[in-house]
């Protein structure tokens, strides 16, 4: 199997004539299916935008949400919502849904969205305002007043959202590693300081509460020092900038890069042999 890997596509933010390009990059590079790793829309055009992309490709498309694709709604909202219509949609895979994904028989595929937690850098001193706090429902709810209060709310919420998806993603290890030697494993926030980048600089303390997920990277490296024989290569997406880290000798992470407007897919992923 050949897999085509895209991040940040943005497709609210794209003309048609770009969306249309990037099918046909995706049919044009001989790929068996494609990856997203996240901010594929946002809520009120999201599943819309899904649907065009499926019926345009004709192939598997698996995805993991960003936060970008809550925008205009809340988290319990646009998952029920998705939930329904990937039912209805055999070949969009939802990979918070769809467990493991074999590729090969020694390869596999598994996602969770990896929220931002807050715990790298110093979120105490940040003084960053994004626009997740007021345009995402569960978010303004914790934000709303301000003052050291809200910022208290908002950061018990966003530990909460990363420990859920390092509990599920430590669930689907367990499952995926004594039967797969090499994992990949799709996220949109990096898991690891290391991976974070802007304008080729490491992230900043105050910026890195929000492009990190410190309980998903915990999940990985224990999970790969228990298995030194294994590979994985983590794909993520949220900083648009594009960079590789190996955290561990068979634990390699991959940022994509993107830009609004112009979505592309990155480097493609072949058999086992490029692991």
């Excluded at 001989?30 to 490709?57: C, E, F, K, N």
């Excluded at 974070?196 to 929000?210: S, V």
């Excluded at 999940?219 to 590789?244: F, N």
């Amino acid at each position: 199997m050949q897999l085509a890997w895209a991040t940040d596509v943005h497709f609210d933010c794209a003309r048609q004539e770009w969306i249309d390009g990037f099918c046909w990059e995706v049919i044009g590079c001989g790929a068996d299916a494609l990856l997203i790793t996240g901010d594929i829309s946002q809520a009120p055009h999201l599943t819309m935008s899904l649907w065009r992309l499926d019926q345009q490709l004709q192939m598997p498309v698996y995805f993991v949400l960003g936060n970008h694709d809550y925008y205009g709604s809340g988290i319990v909202a646009v998952r029920r919502r998705l939930a329904r219509f990937t039912r209805r949609n055999p070949r969009l895979h939802w990979l918070d849904r769809e467990g493991i994904v074999p590729l090969t028989e020694q390869a596999c595929l598994i996602g969770v969205e990896g929220w931002y937690d807050g715990r790298n850098g110093s979120f105490a001193d940040s003084t960053v305002e994004l626009t997740d706090f007021y345009a995402i429902t569960e978010l303004a709810r914790v934000s709303r007043g301000g003052g050291a209060g809200g910022r208290l709310r908002l950061l018990h919420l966003l530990q909460r959202l990363g420990d859920r998806d390092a509990a599920r993603l430590r669930r689907l290890l367990v499952m995926a590693l004594p039967r797969f030697r090499q994992i990949i494993v799709a996220t949109h926030v990096p898991p690891f300081v290391e991976a974070c980048r802007y304008q080729g600089q490491p992230t900043g303390d105050d910026f890195l509460p929000f492009f990190s997920c410190r309980a998903v990277g915990e999940v990985l490296k224990e999970a790969m020092a228990r298995y030194p024989d294994h590979r994985m290569i983590v794909l993520s997406g949220h900083t648009h900038e594009q960079c590789t880290v190996r955290i561990l000798p068979n634990l390699e992470v991959r940022v994509g890069g993107a830009e609004y407007g112009w979505p592309t897919i990155n480097k493609m992923l072949l058999k086992s042999d490029e692991f």
